[in-house]
């Protein structure tokens, strides 16, 4: 199992929408977060808050997020 797998499952158990809805303000929310961060520590929870968000918007979208992962690092 992946992590994208992993997410799914997460969202499935508690029944979280794959809505973009306030996408823009949550990946602020924690780059905020991140630009606040007194240790590495809480740099890398705000990180992997705004991957979250990023495939929860992706996928509600209707993409799979590893496939555009996977397209993105072919492009780069």
Do not use: H, P
Request: aromatic letters at 6%; hydrophobic letters at 45%.
């Amino acid at each position: 199992m992946n992590v994208f797998d992993s997410l799914n499952i997460w969202r499935e158990e508690r029944g979280l929408q794959r809505t973009v809805g306030n996408i823009a303000g949550n990946i602020s929310e924690e780059l905020t977060e991140l630009l606040r961060a007194n240790t590495v520590e809480e740099e890398i929870d705000a990180l992997c808050d705004m991957i979250v968000f990023a495939i929860n918007a992706i996928e509600a979208k209707g993409y799979d997020a590893e496939v555009c992962i996977e397209e993105v690092l072919k492009e780069i």
